[in-house]
């Protein structure tokens, strides 16, 4: 399967898979050489309004490295080193009923919970000029500190300590 560019299934199939599927997704730890974590502050649910690493749902046919280095560049414009792939996985299901309507174009009523199987990647990039966000993010922060306790942050830098 070919992956579209802007790494969106059609309408009508996306909101299928999610009613019915969980989702397959990797996040992103990525690391400059100051020693930083690249965050991202959602535009979107879920996380909403929330300091998140970058990420995103693999396609078919997708490796979760190959994944991530799309997901990457998609979201931010920059290419990183894939460094580490952790080998756990982690069940992260969000509840919709405190979704306002502005999701309800993407998340139809019927759909209580959105729910994703997903792994962490360590990335590094050196000499980081420019970021170009999509349409996911509002902003960015580079830190070398965890700009969020969500307990599914927690999971992905415990899972990655010991290749940070």
Known sequence: MKVPQDRKAPFGVFAKTVQYYPMVAVNIILKNDKQEYLWV????????GEWWVPGGRLFNGETIADGAVAILKNETGIT??????SPQCFEEIFSTSQW???DRHIYPS??????YIATVVVMTVKNVDEIKLDDQSKEYAWSKDILSNHPFLNNYFTACKDNL
Do not use: M, S, T
């Not at 502050?41 to 909403?48: I, T």
């Not at 019927?110 to 729910?115: K, Y």
């Open 80 to 85: 990183g080193k894939l460094v580490y792939q």
């Open 100 to 102: 306002n309507n502005d």
């Open 110 to 115: 019927e759909i209580e919970n959105v729910h």
């Open 41 to 48: 502050k959602r535009k979107n649910n879920p996380a909403q």
